[in-house]
């Protein structure tokens, strides 16, 4: 696979990153044992997988403490992508004068001593147009080395170019996938600012694989969708099914993405070897122009004016 800079860092990394919401979060996703997550972080790095994109708030902080267990002789095989805001404890804390504890909590986790990357998870529009001191914070950690670079992990168009507007980044994390295209229109532009674009929940928390439809029922974090949601994602699921003519879509979706060359990277959320090993094969895949162009076209005609909720 081609390899890419991340974030300004001289680091070359694969495009396919690992997704680490999942890891160890019985709450949110389903059972995984401690053992199972770092069996699977180690076997993504074995097959080459340098980006793992974690946060203090995954799992109680249990999926910083896999990656930290399972990178011990490799740390610097690996990228790690953490966030500051939702504190392991649960907490929502985006105060200045806690950003340096809330690092050294995640160093302590990951048991290392730097973090390539933090990213400010999610915070609200005053931070986002610049009208707080945490820029100038993160710099005095990218200084002292604690930090390699830093930006922040947003849903939609508004907040992205809310922040190319205002804040001086090196990485966007954003919401993007065939369901979420609003974003892409200002892709170019951060691209221009040298800003290392990482896209989430490319698979659209499972429904883009093509496995779900109205008939499928959700637990953890997936309760969030009503009937009417889960009717509407069923029959775009189909309209993907007629255009690519399969009934597997994690390819199409993961290419999808891909096929923006603007993205750094993809971080699809992995539960098991399978998962990892099946979207290692898609990333391969190249996205035909016409199905790409369909794709789009699926996306203005059917979701633009009336978007899913995520
Ligand atoms: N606020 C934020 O910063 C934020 C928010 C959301 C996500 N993220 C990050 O982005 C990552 C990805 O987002 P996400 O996990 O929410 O959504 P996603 O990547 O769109 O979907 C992940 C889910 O898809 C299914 N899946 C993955 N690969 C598969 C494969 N090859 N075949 C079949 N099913 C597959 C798995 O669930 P099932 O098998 O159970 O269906 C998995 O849990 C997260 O892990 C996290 O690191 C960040």
Known sequence: MKKVEYAKTGQLINR?????????NTEFWG??????GIALVKKAIDLGIQLFDTAPGYAAGMSESIIGMAIQDCRDQVV???????????????????????VTDSLERLQTTYLDSLLLHNPGFDILEGKSQHIQ????????GLIKAFGVS??????????????????IEVLFNVFFQDVSESFKKAHQKGISIIAKVPLDSGWLTGK???????EGIRMRWDDETISRRAQLVRRLKDLTGAEDLTRYAIAFVLSFPEVTAVIPGIKNIEHLEDNLKHAEYKLDPKLKEDMMKLYQEEIKDQPLPW
């Open 16 to 24: 396919l990153g690992f997704g680490a919401w999942q890891l160890g």
């Open 31 to 36: 059972y995984m044992s401690v053992e199972e």
């Open 80 to 102: 790690i992508n953490t966030k500051f805001g939702h504190t392991a404890d649960g907490e929502t804390d985006f105060s200045v004068f806690s950003l340096r504890k809330q």
């Open 137 to 144: 914070e993160l710099k005095n950690l990218k200084d002292e």
């Open 154 to 171: 947003i849903d939609t168009k508004e907040e992205f170019d809310t922040v190319l507007d205002n804040l001086d980044v090196d990485i």
């Open 212 to 218: 779900y439809d109205e008939f499928s029922e959700f």
